[in-house]
């Protein structure tokens, strides 16, 4: 069989799979279905290869080319547009043909000369005739529609960054270009953005049908809960009314629906015909935790067109779209828009580099969408120089799994590093450390006026760990079961209600996590964020961290959190595993086969599988199990293989299949032939022939029975030694040197505000002023400097200016754990001006020149204040330290007037009362 007859074999499967009659001219009968494709047809310019018939009208042409000519398809467009525009044999009408297509066996190219600028794109699969009859029968195109009928976009209620991303995406679509980034700051309305351009593109787009691909369950239910909650800006109808939101729990997409919701794991089992399980779609991709095999590729699905969708939007698109997952958004033929929070380079890549929206995290802090944080750190001995139980020691070993415990003596003595810790070795001393801290550091020093625990996540390495750190938290605290919390897909209680207590009721206080709240899940209360895990990926690190800036309003925290005071404003960091500080990469995983055993990927290198994706698996693999297996294992291991340690053979078969490696060893064995080869002469099977014997050399030691059963047995190993011996003590806890500089920062920023605004506002005005002037401070000026210092970009509350006061000038602060005023703002601008040698709270500066007045007042009378008028001074010394000043009108306020009011006041000092309350202004606010 030639390639040309193979590739027309192929191309005629492809499209009876589409619903195409295939007919030679000699059986034509166009009446024999809708579509009807005619090989050999006769044109004036030579017989076309195929020509497409709907309806019984020609209305497309495909030139098919063997699969050789794959890479060069493009090449063709000038053949295929010239049986386009030829006259074909027996058709009365000669305009062009709109639809043409270039062919192989393997690719298909498309294009529609109705769009503006046509232009041709790769489709997984031929369109069926039904598709092509709907086309023909609209007005215009979709492109054409995106080019020329999309309405400006109304900007009431959308913020800057918002209005920025959906134009920016309707201007990418304008130019067709197939792939868009939105790069949104966590917290800035990503899904409300894309709702938004999603209801556009559905009503004067002309959409019929968009998907809305997650990565989990729990992001596709949010999803789901924003679209059920939007009302768009110029309908009052919610946009379910208007259009079916579908939110996929099958294999069957509702034919009626505008919007689908799907994750990506269940599309992908609906077009490869693997079979789902439910508990992968609870796991995000991201953290390479799946439990299903993915060895199935996406095939062409009758149920479901390539032409299901006009767009995709992709939700968290920087962790679920690469590798074998991609196939689902290579299958249909769609504009692709991604949202993502923290992008790295693949990302970037993927999507052409075509970035439509930018709005970091730093901008989003600037304009008060998101809150800056300050990274507190806490280390302890143990955490830093790990350490050893000797042989003979008794202490409880305890099984991974079930939990069960036995107590018993060890084999022989055990050494551990930090890194061991909560994995091969549990140190209840090391966190016990770290939580009381934490209590500590937070009750004293982050957030000294709260009564309550501010709403904390702690992120635990295992779900065994997590369970460790929920009862001694129980413990430290002295609460019961509802303050502390775990939330993970593996808990007994239903995650999703303890996740919607833990946003909105006042338990739990604390939550755990192993991976559920780690990405994507909004928690706006959240004020602490507790690493107990140390984390290696960039981007997933970023989005670990985004749970914490999520702005909120001051009522909506006061509810959850009622001691607080004001909007939320920042958030805290606690490293107690150094992972601001340890190395980053944006690289993806080497986890090709995340489902398939160990024991599975062990027999099928030694049965001679060597393909990328086997070798990579096993290799990350053991690089990770040697990180786990205690001395013992590892000697057993490295005795079996002849002297190779675990992870010397997972570097081994990564080092194997380095592409310059490859290239180096072909050429030396080339130049050992004596055949002269450079890196472009060098033959595929040259190349192919170095990397095979590469790999079987690294592969080798796995030929033996007895390596593969002890890395199997190494691996079974889930007995953690409990450490009750080794007490731990933390080593250092504070602010870290970046939060520091940070503070210093926020102190530069506030007195370069204060000199530059001294003349325009009137509380910084007055303190350049004479003293005797001083009695014109109100609480109305210090309100107005307040909200001035407040607002983004500069964010300078009280009780942020006071924490970076602390942080940096410690020893010069007094009365810090007392709950902050808006009148502290005066302490803070007197201290920043050098007025003052320490920094006090307003309230006790008030005390002190209380004390003084009233003790200089007594000396000089010839009868001292009574009982009950110094009880009366006492109270407006009170109002005064509270508002900065006292006049008549204050003495209807409840304090004062419980007590009887102006009335009383009056009768008790008389003619006096003028003069005593201006003197008390203009001394105790001195």
């Known amino acids: 069989m030639t390639p040309e007859t193979k590739a027309r074999q192929q191309i005629d499967q492809k499209l009876e799979q589409a619903g195409w009659v295939i007919q030679d001219m000699k059986q034509l009968n166009l009446s024999a279905k809708v579509g009807v494709a005619v090989r ?25 080319k063997k699969d050789s000519a794959g890479e060069n398809l493009t090449a063709t467009e000038s053949q295929t547009e010239r049986y386009a525009t030829a006259n074909l044999k ?156 579908q939110r996929l729990a099958s294999s069957s997409i509702d034919p009626h629906s505008q919007v689908c919701i799907s994750t990506i794991q269940r599309m992908y089992s609906i077009l490869s015909g693997e079979p789902i399980d439910e508990s992968a779609e609870d796991l995000s991709l991201n953290e390479m935790q799946q439990t299903t095999k993915q060895e199935k590729l996406v095939r062409y699905n009758p149920a479901v067109r390539v032409d299901s969708f006009d767009f995709i939007v992709i939700d968290e698109c920087h962790r679920s779209i690469y590798n074998l997952w991609k196939q689902v958004l290579d299958y249909f033929d769609a504009y692709l828009i991604g949202l993502t929070a923290t992008p790295d380079k693949r990302t970037f890549g993927f999507f052409n580099e075509n970035i439509v929206a930018e709005y970091t995290y730093e901008q989003s802090v600037a304009d008060g969408v998101n809150v800056g944080y300050d990274v507190y750190e806490i280390e302890t001995e143990i955490t830093q120089k790990g350490a050893a139980v000797k042989a003979k020691e008794w202490v409880d070993h305890r099984d991974r799994q079930t939990r069960k415990k036995r107590w018993g003596e060890t084999e022989e003595g055990i050494a551990y590093t930090g890194k061991e810790l909560d994995r091969s070795v549990v140190n209840v001393s090391q966190i016990r450390q770290v939580i009381q801290a934490m209590k500590t550091a937070v009750e004293m020093q982050i957030f000294p006026a ?19 750190i929920i009862n001694i938290v129980r413990e430290a605290y002295a609460q019961g079961n509802a303050f502390c919390k775990k939330v993970t897909y593996r808990a007994e209680e239903d995650a999703d209600s303890v996740l919607a207590s833990f946003r909105n009721d006042y338990n739990p206080r604390i939550a755990v996590t192993v991976d559920m709240i780690a990405t994507g899940t909004d928690v706006k209360p959240l004020e602490v964020l507790l690493f107990m895990r140390d984390v290696r990926s960039k981007g997933y690190y970023e989005q670990m961290k ?14 959850v959190s009622n001691s607080a005071d004001g909007a939320k404003t920042r958030f805290v960091l606690i ?11 944006e690289s993806r995983p080497l986890e090709k086969k995340p489902g398939v055993a160990l024991k599975d990927l062990l027999q099928g290198v030694a049965m001679g599988s060597r393909d990328d994706d086997t070798v990579l698996s096993l290799a990350n693999r053991l690089v990770r199990l040697a990180k786990q297996l205690d001395v013992k294992a590892q000697a057993r291991i490295e005795k079996a293989s002849g002297g190779i340690t675990v992870a010397e053979l997972g570097k081994g078969l990564i080092a194997a299949l380095d592409p310059d490696a490859i290239v180096a060893a072909a050429l030396t064995t080339a130049r050992g032939k004596g055949i002269t080869r450079n890196e472009d002469t060098l033959l595929p099977e040259e190349i192919e022939a170095a ?22 047995g190494a691996r079974r190993e889930r007995e953690q030694i409990i450490d009750h011996i080794n007490l731990d003590q933390v080593t ?46 109100t609480f109305d000026m210090i309100e107005e400097l307040h909200e001035h210092l407040s607002r983004p970009p500069l964010m300078l509350t009280t009780e ?6 602390v942080r940096v000038q410690a020893g010069r602060i007094k009365g810090g754990d007392s709950k902050r005023q808006l009148t502290d703002l005066v302490s803070l601008v007197r201290f920043a001006l050098g007025m003052e040698a320490e920094l006090k709270p307003f309230s006790e500066q008030v005390d002190k020149r209380f004390q003084e007045w009233i003790f200089r007042h007594n000396a000089q009378r010839a009868t001292a204040f009574s009982p009950e008028q110094t009880e009366w001074l006492r109270l407006m010394k009170d109002h005064i330290a509270s508002s900065c000043s006292i006049s008549r009108d204050d003495f209807d306020y409840a304090e004062l007037a419980d007590k009887g009011g102006l009335q009383k006041a009056w009768g008790l000092f008389g003619k006096q009362f003028d003069e005593l309350m201006n003197e008390m202004n203009e001394e105790l606010v001195a």
């Open 546 to 559: 985004g749970r914490g800036v999520r702005s909120l309003d001051g009522d909506s925290l006061k509810r």
């Open 575 to 585: 490293d107690a595993v150094g992972v601001e500080k340890s190395l980053k990469t």
């Open 800 to 805: 942020r200016l006071w924490s970076a006061y």
């Open 732 to 777: 250092f806890s504070g602010f870290s040197e970046q939060a520091e500089t940070q503070a210093k920062a926020v102190i530069d920023s506030f007195v370069s505000y204060i000199a530059q605004h001294k003349d325009e506002i009137a509380a910084l005005s007055f303190f350049y002023q004479q003293p005797y002037q001083r009695r014109q401070l």
């Open 450 to 468: 709260r009564k309550e625990t501010p709403k904390t996540l702690i992120f635990a390495k295992t779900d065994s760990h997590a369970d460790d």
């Open 691 to 712: 990397r095979a014997e590469r790999v079987a050399a690294a592969c080798g030691p796995f030929d033996k029975p007895e390596l593969r059963d002890e890395i199997e």
């Open 40 to 64: 050999e047809y006769p044109t004036d310019t030579g017989p076309a290869d195929y020509v497409l018939f709907v309806n019984r009208s020609a209305v497309g042409v495909i030139e098919a």
């Open 90 to 245: 027996w058709r009365k009408d000669n305009s062009p043909l709109r639809f043409l297509f270039e062919a192989t066996g393997q690719i298909v190219r498309f294009t529609d000369n109705s769009d503006p600028a046509p232009r041709s794109r790769e489709i997984f699969h031929f369109f069926e005739p039904e598709t092509l009859a709907a086309w023909l029968a609209q007005p215009g195109t979709l492109r054409r529609r995106l080019a020329e009928q999309m309405p400006a976009l109304p900007t009431q209620n959308l913020r800057d960054c918002q209005i920025s991303a959906v134009t920016g995406l309707e201007k990418s679509l304008a130019q067709n270009k197939p792939r868009a980034l939105v790069h949104m700051a966590t917290g800035a309305g990503k899904t409300f953005t894309a709702i938004t351009a999603v209801y556009r593109l559905i009503k004067f787009g002309g959409a019929k049908r968009i998907l809305f691909l997650v990565d989990t369950r729990n992001l596709g239910k949010q999803a789901h809960q924003e679209f059920m909650a939007y009302t768009p800006p110029d309908d009052a109808r919610k946009f379910i009314e208007l259009y079916n939101v």
